[in-house]
Nanobody, 113 residues
Framework: QVQLVESGGGLVQPGGSLRLSCAAS????????MGWYRQAPGKQRELVAR???????NYADSVKGRFAISRDNAKNTVYLQMNSLKPEDTAVYYC???????WGQGTQVTVSS
């Protein structure tokens, strides 16, 4: 089994930055892809970004050029650097892995003045 724990959320003003972290434990050798989803109130959960063990990355169109996903395999941790944040980025952000389909508990990101 894989366990994921997110951290780094909070309140930030529009245009600001935050960095989220997701630490994996357990059967980490089985993890191939790690990524971030988000869910805003009243909306479906959506994929934000993901990264393979080899470093290949994919981003949602809405965050391209503003967010950057990275991975430290030695620390079993994936990061999401979020820049130029907008109010519409407000959501609970979840970490996920493939193929185990483990989810973290979520961390709240609020972008507001």
């Amino acid at each position: 089994q894989v366990q994921l724990v997110e951290s780094g959320g909070g309140l930030v003003q529009p245009g600001g930055s935050l960095r989220l972290s997701c630490a994996a434990s357990g059967s980490i050798f089985s993890i191939f892809v790690m990524g971030w989803y988000r869910q805003a109130p009243g909306k479906q959960r959506e994929l934000v970004a993901r990264i393979t063990r080899g470093g290949n990355r994919n981003y949602a169109d809405s965050v391209k050029g503003r967010f950057a996903i990275s991975r430290d395999n030695a620390k079993n941790t994936v990061y999401l650097q979020m820049n130029s944040l907008k109010p519409e980025d407000t959501a609970v952000y979840y970490c996920k892995d493939w193929p185990n389909d483990a989810w973290g508990q979520g961390t709240q990101v609020t972008v507001s003045s």
